[in-house]
């Protein structure tokens, strides 16, 4: 006699157990601790624009040997930043945050024991090749993001960053008048110390694990983040899109994607040059007075090459034009789900050209001010979203490298800016202006011709068109049904 049983399994995906999981406690922990690495990230970038003008008075540099110092950190990035993309791809985003961070900690501490010039060129390049991993943060965090929350969340990312530069800001302003810059390099590193201290509860990404054919350990990973948000693990069995090859640049180039590379590197670049230089020419400008002077009616542009210690007025300027990232951040969230991620940036960039004109004309301190304020609220809130859109339109195998590599021509951008903001200035206040009003409207453009628009769409997993099921639970579900099987005893 032939009795026939029927098992039905479902199969369920990466992407799918992600959106059934959903958004809750295990999501808001995982923002607090790469929200800290950003933080770590602001403060090492801002401290530049905060110590470059003391070095300058205390050691007697030129404009040239100034402009090094923030070049050299960028230099390190610029060449670690695809790095550290492919340690990602290739050996897990983890590993990879978890090195750059402890890396970074220990050349900040080191650098702020620098006796000469040439050892702190030295020690904030390798500072920089640590920090040219910080970016990968957004890669483990965006593969634990619904659709729904992704958008926002990376967004909201931008507030640690903010957070990060006020606090140094505010740092600075009570240590530099008292225990001096080495000090201020010590203190930076705090943030670094407390993502240490925690970096052991960080899980790796179910998406990398899934990619590497290491299916039990992203459904334990899947378990573990249900129950912190009180949910469920679809049940059956995964489809698993495996890929050996990770982590490749020429992925980044086959014909889907070629165009999409050059132009999200092109806007990496304008958003790192744009924004590094408003921040430089804050300083710069406010070092000086100010930009402009103004004697009996008649207009005398001045650029000041003598040395000037910040004083408190600076700071508190230089406090107000920081703050301008949050309202950057408050209107981005405001676009970027309802108008999608290409506008959003396009729109972000223009506005910040629109903002950079009224500094042609001469004007006071406190106009200058409030036009460096919207600039950088512009260009803050551009690069936020450009941080979002990488992510999205790259899939788990080239994601790292392709944020990476964005990341990368992000730091040639800001490795060539302070040659701009700190030298060409002193030449020219009009041509140092157009340099960037260019650069934003090529910015704008190249926002506006991205081939793709990800507002709404599922992150890819792989090059791959191919799918390998592999049989991962226990057979139960009513999703995708699978063959009968027959038996006769």
Not at 130 to 136: E, F, I, K
Request: proline share 4%.
């Amino acid at each position: 006699v032939c009795t026939s049983s029927e098992e039905y399994t479902a199969l369920f995906i990466i992407p799918s157990s992600v959106e059934a999981i959903g958004f809750g406690r295990f999501q808001w922990k995982l923002s607090m601790l790469t929200g800290v690495a950003w933080m770590a990230d602001a403060m090492e970038m801002m401290l530049l624009s905060i110590v470059t003008p003391q070095l300058r008075c205390e050691w007697r540099l030129s404009s040239w040997k100034v402009a090094f110092i923030t070049a050299i950190v960028f230099i390190g990035m610029m060449v670690s930043s695809s790095l550290w993309g492919n340690i990602s791809d290739k050996y897990g985003r983890k590993l990879c945050l978890i090195l750059c961070m402890l890396w970074t900690l220990h050349y900040g501490l080191l650098s702020a024991f620098a006796p000469v010039y040439s050892w702190i060129l030295v020690l904030r390049c390798l500072v920089g090749f640590g920090l040219g991993g910080a970016p990968q943060s957004v890669t483990l965090y965006t593969e634990f993001l619904p659709i729904k929350s992704r958008g926002i969340s990376i967004i909201l990312l931008g507030v640690f960053w903010a957070l990060g530069a006020v606090f140094e800001v505010l740092l600075a302003m009570v240590v530099m008048p008292t225990l001096g810059w080495k000090w201020l390099l010590a203190f930076s590193t705090f943030p670094l110390v407390v993502f240490a201290a925690s970096c052991c509860w960080l899980p790796e990404s179910a998406r990398f694990d899934v990619l590497r054919g290491r299916e039990d350990k992203a459904l334990d990973t899947l378990k573990y983040i249900a129950a912190a948000n009180g949910s469920s693990v679809p049940t059956g069995r995964l489809i698993a899109n495996t890929q050996t090859e990770r982590g490749r640049i020429r992925d980044l180039f086959i014909p889907e994607y070629r165009k999409t590379t050059l132009l999200v590197w092109l806007i990496w670049f304008c958003n790192a040059f744009s924004y590094y230089g408003i921040v430089l020419l804050t300083t710069e400008l406010f070092q000086s007075g100010s930009a402009f002077f103004i004697f009996h009616s008649k207009t005398i542009i001045e650029c000041n090459l003598e040395c000037n210690y910040l004083t408190i007025h600076d700071y508190v300027d230089l406090l107000w034009t920081t703050l301008a990232e949050f309202p950057g951040i408050l209107v981005t969230l405001w676009m970027i789900d309802r108008i999608g991620r290409k506008k959003s940036m396009a729109i972000c960039f223009l506005l910040f050209s629109v903002s950079i004109l009224p500094l042609y004309a001469c004007t006071h301190r406190a106009v200058l001010t409030v036009f460096i304020f919207i600039a950088r609220a512009c260009i803050t809130g551009g690069w936020q979203v450009a941080y979002v859109y990488t992510p999205e339109v790259f899939p788990t195998a080239t994601r790292a490298i392709g944020i990476g590599t964005g990341s990368g021509m992000a730091r040639v951008g800001a490795l060539i800016t302070p040659f701009i903001a700190q030298v060409l200035l002193k030449s020219s206040v009009y041509l140092t202006l157009s340099v960037y009003l260019i650069c934003c409207l090529l910015g704008t453009v190249a926002s506006l011709v991205l081939p793709m628009e990800t507002t709404g769409r599922s992150l890819q997993e792989s090059t791959q068109s191919t799918m390998e099921p592999k049989n991962m639970e226990r057979p139960h579900g009513s999703e995708t049904a699978e063959s009968s099987s027959n038996t006769c005893p």
